[in-house]
């Protein structure tokens, strides 16, 4: 077996090979949140590269709840824009699948100054971000049909699948944290009650798209934090998702308050020796569970995600950043023509680190939407501005557009 052989998923969807580009938020759509253009010609690139399967940036529920002023937001009235995304985004014979977000309390004050979340718990992130107030249970069941019905709609405009964004601090995942779930009643707790948020979405999921439709959770293997969500709490959920009949896990970790353990130093020698972050982990799932896998974060060489697909470490081998570091990515890196080497860009200031970095990625994904190529030299301080600027000014478009 190898990255070139195809996958067959539990609900009969084949992929044509095991390279997936996964999720990188676009930060594309004007004031109206809709699909235009530079998603059209993004994606129509990245298909025809060679890619088995692609998954979108965020596509949100709620215009209220945006993970950046520049998402696209999934309505009903958006169904001819969202095809042209769709048809673009699978014009070489490959899948893409649309990831369904909530923000939560992860909605900067440019987009919403009283957010929601499981509970009234504040993200300390540079004072972007209000404290939220905790869901209503008829919101929360409210919140469990629009993702259903995003799902649908994905369905509808001709993505060949979703991927339930559960992971990385959004709201599932605040629902899944004791850290950020503080309720009493039948949503907060146990375990048991923590995850029936996410259960219930995918099972109604399910109901609306029917069986022969992929979908797949992005799940962290723990929140990096003490008192979160655990390695130990993330397989029992892993086991309780292939009971649903999930087509395909992406293994990820981390929240926003927690970003800086991907960073080289604190990564296990064990880990880095081996590549990918999350592989540990990942042996650790293969031992309670046959789910399908994908690894995302780290890899880098053909040879090691070969070897990793060959010890059945994992099924779907998934990378991002390469992508937006290598022009024509996926075909040279299918062919062994590129190997992924370290890439960082650091302004010398922690708490603008993650914007620099964000800033800079972003800066590469509006070139190629602009059919341009990728330039690797802009500075950290001016992709950190860059992205601060972009944030502000798309938030103040949306208001005058909404």
Known sequence: MDIHDSLELPCGAVLKNRLAKAAMTERFSDGDLKPNEKHYTLYNNWAKEGSGLLITGNVMLEKSHLESAGNVVMKEEFLPELKQWAKAATSGGNHCWTQISHSGRQTSIFNNLRPVSASNVKLKKLGFFAKPRALETSEIEGLIDKYASAAELSKQAGFTGVQIHAAHGYLISQFLSPIT????????????????????????????VGADFPIGVKLNSSD?????????????????????????????????????FLLAENVRQ???????YFLDFAEKVRKESSVPLMVTGGIRSLEFCNEALNENLLDVVGMARPYLLYDNFADRFLAGEVTPGPFSIRTGIKAFEDMAEAGFYNLQLDRLGRGKTINKNYSAARSAF????????????????G
């Open 386 to 401: 860059h992205l601060i600027k972009h944030e502000f000014v798309k938030a103040l478009a949306n208001k005058f557009a």
């Open 270 to 276: 064990s880990t880095k020796k081996r590549e990918a």
């Open 224 to 260: 990096f934090q003490k008192g979160g969500f655990s390695e130990e709490d993330s397989l029992w959920v892993i086991k309780q998702l292939e009971e649903l009949g999930i087509d395909l896990l992406e293994i990820s970790g981390g929240t926003y308050e927690n970003a800086e």
């Open 181 to 208: 779930n503080k309720r009493t009643d039948v949503w907060g707790g146990s375990l048991e009650n923590r995850t029936r948020f996410l259960f219930e979405i995918v099972k109604s999921t399910r109901i609306r």
